[in-house]
């Protein structure tokens, strides 16, 4: 009976949910604009935290930004799936590229949405995802089918993109879509300085000379 009246607690008829990403402003925002649909009940900014707090808070889902510095989030899945295989984990990330979707969900996603997303739309995806189902962003779905399908023991990988970290890709994304450092900087919330060092980063890694080729670069790979 005991059991039963801390159950009903823990539980107060709303979806329980954790929120893990290294921006403490983009985390408040989505505390605040899910407060009406979702009791937040804890929120992580690196791995080894959002491990432990995880485990202390008991969340039915947890929201997983893809990169963080400190690793990612398939180590954060990892980790809390071994020693609590109820969690159900939904990837809510700037990257829609399909080495980062694919690998979340080989890891045990059950879902992946891009930081486009809107409020009610993200609510709706939690309460999916909190039922058993599964839920990509329209733009997703087709390619994650598509790879499986062709390759599904296979991890996609590119060496001339495993030369490159995960920040470094992400601005690479931005940038062959058009967006000037500026917008960049917003979009993944650091200085337009630390946008231009990774641009510089990436040109020399890949040995080329200005956004023009790495635009075609990325579009090749369907980065775009």
Do not use: C
Request: charged share 30%; aromatic share 6%.
């Amino acid at each position: 009976m005991s059991e039963q009246v801390e159950q009903a607690d823990v539980h107060d008829g709303r979806l329980r949910v954790f929120l893990v990403d290294d921006h403490a402003m983009f985390r408040a925002g989505v505390r605040a604009e899910l407060g009406a649909h979702v009791e937040v009940v804890g929120e992580a900014s690196s791995v080894a935290e959002a491990v432990a707090r995880i485990a202390a808070a008991r969340p039915d889902v947890v929201l997983l930004d893809v990169h963080m510095p400190d690793g990612g989030g398939r180590a954060v899945l990892e980790a809390v799936r071994r020693s609590h295989p109820q969690v159900r984990f939904l990837a809510l990330s700037v990257s829609d590229a399909a080495e980062d979707v694919i690998g979340l969900i080989r890891a045990g996603a059950r879902g992946y949405v891009t930081k486009t997303i809107s409020p009610d739309e993200l609510a709706a995806a939690i309460r999916r995802v909190a039922d058993g189902d599964a839920v990509f962003s329209p733009r997703l779905a087709g390619f994650v089918l598509d790879a499986f399908a062709a390759r599904p023991d296979t991890p996609v990988a590119d060496p001339e993109l495993d030369q490159l970290t995960n920040r470094e890709r992400e601005v690479l994304r931005l940038l062959a879509r058009g967006y000037a450092y500026k917008e960049i900087a917003k979009e993944l919330y650091i200085s337009i300085k630390t946008v231009e060092t990774h641009v510089s980063n990436v040109l020399r890694k890949l040995q080329m000379s200005n956004r023009y080729e790495l635009s075609r670069w990325a579009a090749d790979r369907r980065l775009v």
